[in-house]
């Protein structure tokens, strides 16, 4: 299992696709840098000494916005690295000469998870330090809302929604060819945005059928409830949970416990199966 890990971890290591998604990191992670640098340099210039509390707010905000796009940036990794890790070796033939060793099906697809899982939590862990790094070094009001132990159990959940992605992209990948796979997980990555912004519309509004879709949406696509958790535990409810909505993160929004343990179930669930059927599934 081990050796399936390692061996797919490198060989998405090579491929071109993680260099243009590196690139697109260094651009965001300078330009976020900037927008800091700007924001912080006037504030400490007193060009709004009499609004404190207004840089506080958009310090939280900018902060939410960096992580936001962040979250954005990792799931993009995560689906364009694993939506062929299984389906092509199946469509191209090399399956054959890595099954007929003494690996087991089983032990074939939780290897690919785990290699990409690996590639996924360390670019998640990177992103999230320097999105909470950068602010801090410029001595932002944020940081003094930023405890370390919300910290931790925001990278936690952080790293969490790249998992929960890639159960999803590995077990598509298992049943279908790559191009359907790749349709089929970025549908459902959009339609999580999408039932996000109405179940906090929704719950603001008092709107219930958009709160349901909203909530029957993220049964199917959790992955921006995960964002939302995470943000409601570093900032303790207290500021905008979804830049595209401006939807407040309390608790009227911010996921509940139980919707934790669902997406946990899930996650597994969605893992179970893609072992199920990938040691039914005909390779010849």
Excluded: C
Excluded at 127 to 132: A, H, K, S
Excluded at 152 to 160: N, P
Excluded at 196 to 218: A, C, D, P, R, V
Excluded at 221 to 249: A, C, E, W
């Amino acid at each position: 299992m081990m050796t399936i890990a390692f061996t797919t971890l490198k060989e998405a290591l090579r491929k071109k696709l993680l260099l243009l998604i590196g690139a697109l990191s260094v651009i965001y992670i300078l330009l976020f840098t900037i927008i800091i640098y700007i924001f912080a340099k006037d504030m400490k210039n007193g060009a709004m000494h009499d609004v404190t509390q207004i840089y506080g707010v958009a310090s939280q905000l900018i902060s939410v916005l960096g992580f936001y796009f962040s979250s954005m940036l990792v799931a993009l990794l995560t689906i364009m690295t694993s939506i062929s890790s299984i389906s092509s070796e199946v469509e191209n033939g090399t399956i054959h000469s890595i099954i007929t060793k003494p690996i087991k099906r089983y032990e074939y697809v939780l290897g690919k998870y785990i290699g990409l899982g690996i590639l996924s939590i360390t670019y998640a862990a990177l992103l999230f330090i320097l999105i909470v790094f950068i602010p801090k070094a410029q001595g932002l009001p944020v940081a003094d809302i930023m405890e370390f132990s919300g910290l931790v159990k925001g990278l936690g959940f952080f790293i969490l929604e790249p998992l929960a992605i890639l159960s999803l992209s590995i077990f598509g990948s298992s049943v279908f060819k790559t191009l359907t796979n790749g349709v089929i997980v970025i549908a459902i990555y959009i339609l999580g945005l999408i039932g996000s912004m109405m179940e906090q519309i929704g719950s603001m509004i008092q709107n219930g059928s958009l709160y349901k879709f909203g909530i029957l949406s993220s049964l199917i696509s959790p992955f921006d409830l995960i964002y939302r958790k995470m943000i409601s535990v570093i900032f303790s409810d207290s500021v905008i949970s979804n830049p595209m909505t401006g939807g407040l993160g309390s608790s009227a929004t911010s996921p509940s416990i139980w919707m934790i343990v669902y997406i946990g179930v899930y996650l597994v669930g969605l893992l179970v199966f893609a072992v199920v059927r990938f040691s039914k599934r005909d390779i010849s």
